[in-house]
């Protein structure tokens, strides 16, 4: 017994032992939440899918005039500039006709102000990249469920892994209190003349075994709980008591066709393919509106004067309509990538349709597994420690050898470990199908 308490204090020394302290309790619904609210992913898609909103909020901008108010100030002799901002300030005057003035003007200032005006009145691309726009931040909004998901998925799968890793770490740490026992029990058979030492070696090798499971057992829990804290955003070393049988909802999976057909109704990734599709046709629109003409009306009002307090106003509208007859071919070039983007999104989104209904396939076979190991776990582990029982009492009365009573102790702790896995197998996969029907 003394030897045994060391054991449990250099475990503990070394931090492997779980720390009995008062745990909050975490069930799988609130591990959820909880990654929802504090992991990074869901906020970084949040934000991903407010700047694909500003971007179309850009496209928009396309449809209203555009507004620039300039203030400049010039001085100098060049004729050109001379001639022109005289006549700008309506300061001109018949002396400056004279052919002395006119090569070899006096420098004079120029304050400018002006307000222009540029409104479109036909431009198909416009419309065109105001779609393109809201296509992609409907695609953003559908990779945002897909993160959501995902981490869903992730967080369940962590859960579990967590459960699995106490389960064993107990079932673990109960084979080492057996295998104790059944050492006590060798060596008294042994004082008693019935066995030789070779008998409590063996006993104290299973001992010795038990012990290095339950080590990595723990360490096993220790980097589950890790990985589950991590993905909640709560500090690695926190230790949460986790419910020990979360309840699953109950999914009919008689009918695959109606699992597909939901699947492909639902799944984010599937919009999000079709989405992308979209686009692309969209894109082809923008890339052809290239040849169509843009016509724009120009409206421009502005103040010029030799000082900054003495100027003459004057105003000026027009229209310019612009037809792109030759570009290099870049444009005939935008236009069939454009076109052949549309190809590459249409063979995706086949591809995502596809892998979206075999992920039901999966999903289903996993889950019906699941079920019948759960059913096998119950009845393997109640033979085994029946066996177990048996075997033990036969070992009292001398009627089997130690070799059988540490396979049967090994046969028990496998039988526990097994069935903890199937039990955790069935919300795993029950959490895995929900995610491949979409309903998450």
Same mark, same amino acid.
């Given at each position: 017994?003394?030897?045994?308490?060391?054991?449990?204090?250099?475990?503990?020394?070394?931090?492997?032992?779980?720390?009995?302290?008062?745990?909050?309790?975490?069930?799988?619904?609130?591990?959820?939440?909880?990654?929802?609210?504090?992991?990074?992913?869901?906020?970084?898609?949040?934000?991903?899918?407010?700047?694909?909103?500003?971007?179309?909020?850009?496209?928009?901008?396309?449809?209203?005039?555009?507004?620039?108010?300039?203030?400049?100030?010039?001085?100098?002799?060049?004729?050109?500039?001379?001639?022109?901002?005289?006549i700008s300030q309506r300061q001109f005057t018949a002396d400056?006709?004279?052919?002395?003035?006119?090569?070899?003007?006096?420098?004079?200032?120029?304050?400018?102000?002006?307000?222009?005006?540029?409104?479109?009145?036909?431009?198909?691309?416009?419309?065109?990249?105001?779609?393109?726009?809201?296509?992609?931040?409907?695609?953003?909004?559908?990779?945002?469920?897909?993160?959501?998901?995902? #981490?869903? @998925?992730?967080? /369940?799968?962590?859960?579990?892994? &967590?459960?699995? !890793?106490?389960? $064993?770490? =107990?079932? *673990?740490?109960?084979?080492?209190?057996?295998?104790?026992?059944?050492?006590?029990?060798?060596?008294?058979?042994?004082?008693?003349?019935?066995?030789?030492?070779?008998?409590?070696?063996?006993?104290?090798l299973q001992v010795s075994r038990a012990r290095e499971q339950?080590?990595?057992?723990?360490?096993?829990?220790?980097?589950?709980?890790?990985?589950?804290?991590?993905?909640?955003?709560?500090?690695?070393?926190?230790?949460?008591?986790?419910?020990?049988?979360?309840?699953?909802?109950?999914?009919?999976?008689?009918?695959?066709?109606? #699992?597909? @057909?939901?699947? /492909?109704?639902?799944?984010?990734? &599937?919009?999000? !393919?079709?989405? $992308?599709? =979209?686009? *692309?046709?969209?894109?082809?629109?923008?890339?052809?509106?290239?040849?169509?003409?843009?016509?724009?009306?120009?409206?421009?009002?502005?103040?010029?004067?030799?000082?900054?307090?003495?100027?003459?106003?004057?105003?000026?509208?027009?229209?310019?309509?612009?037809?792109?007859?030759?570009?290099?071919?870049?444009?005939?070039?935008?236009?069939?990538?454009?076109?052949?983007?549309?190809?590459?999104?249409?063979?995706?989104?086949?591809?995502?349709?596809?892998?979206?209904?075999?992920?039901?396939?999966?999903?289903?076979?996993? #889950?019906? @597994?699941?079920?019948?190991?759960?059913?096998?776990?119950?009845?393997?582990?109640?033979?085994?420690?029946?066996?177990?029982?048996?075997?033990?009492?036969?070992?009292?009365?001398?009627?089997?050898?130690?070799?059988?009573?540490?396979?049967?102790a090994e046969a028990v702790a496998q039988a526990e470990a097994?069935?903890?896995?199937?039990?955790?197998?069935?919300?795993?996969?029950?959490?895995?199908?929900?995610?491949?029907?979409?309903?998450?």
């Amino acid at each position: 017994m003394f030897r045994s308490a060391a054991i449990l204090c250099l475990l503990a020394t070394l931090g492997l032992v779980t720390p009995a302290t008062a745990q909050t309790p975490l069930s799988l619904a609130e591990a959820t939440s909880r990654a929802r609210m504090r992991n990074p992913d869901p906020g970084a898609s949040t934000a991903a899918t407010r700047e694909a909103g500003q971007r179309v909020t850009e496209a928009r901008a396309g449809y209203w005039p555009r507004v620039d108010v300039a203030e400049s100030w010039q001085r100098g002799n060049q004729p050109v500039f001379v001639f022109g901002s005289l006549i700008s300030q309506r300061q001109f005057t018949a002396d400056n006709f004279a052919l002395g003035a006119l090569n070899y003007p006096e420098a004079i200032d120029n304050f400018r102000s002006a307000v222009t005006i540029d409104q479109p009145l036909f431009d198909a691309g416009i419309r065109a990249r105001v779609t393109a726009a809201t296509l992609a931040r409907e695609a953003t909004i559908a990779t945002g469920k897909m993160v959501e998901h995902d #981490l869903n @998925a992730n967080v /369940v799968d962590a859960y579990g892994r &967590v459960l699995i !890793a106490v389960g $064993l770490r =107990q079932s *673990a740490a109960k084979a080492a209190e057996t295998a104790v026992l059944d050492r006590e029990l060798t060596g008294n058979r042994r004082d008693a003349g019935r066995v030789t030492d070779a008998d409590v070696l063996l006993a104290e090798l299973q001992v010795s075994r038990a012990r290095e499971q339950e080590i990595i057992a723990t360490s096993d829990e220790r980097t589950a709980r890790a990985r589950l804290n991590q993905l909640m955003g709560d500090p690695l070393d926190t230790i949460f008591q986790l419910e020990p049988a979360p309840a699953v909802t109950p999914i009919d999976v008689t009918s695959l066709a109606g #699992l597909e @057909a939901e699947a /492909v109704t639902n799944r984010p990734e &599937v919009a999000h !393919a079709t989405l $992308l599709e =979209q686009l *692309a046709r969209t894109n082809q629109t923008v890339a052809g509106s290239a040849f169509l003409p843009r016509v724009t009306m120009q409206g421009g009002w502005e103040l010029n004067g030799g000082a900054w307090n003495s100027r003459a106003s004057s105003w000026i509208v027009g229209a310019v309509a612009r037809v792109n007859i030759f570009n290099g071919f870049a444009d005939k070039a935008r236009l069939a990538a454009a076109r052949e983007e549309g190809v590459r999104r249409a063979l995706e989104r086949t591809k995502t349709e596809t892998s979206v209904r075999f992920d039901v396939h999966v999903a289903v076979a996993r #889950l019906e @597994a699941a079920r019948a190991r759960e059913a096998v776990g119950r009845d393997a582990v109640a033979q085994a420690r029946e066996s177990r029982r048996i075997i033990r009492d036969r070992y009292e009365a001398g009627l089997t050898d130690v070799v059988s009573l540490t396979r049967s102790a090994e046969a028990v702790a496998q039988a526990e470990a097994q069935q903890i896995a199937a039990q955790v197998a069935v919300v795993t996969e029950t959490a895995a199908l929900q995610r491949a029907l979409g309903r998450q």
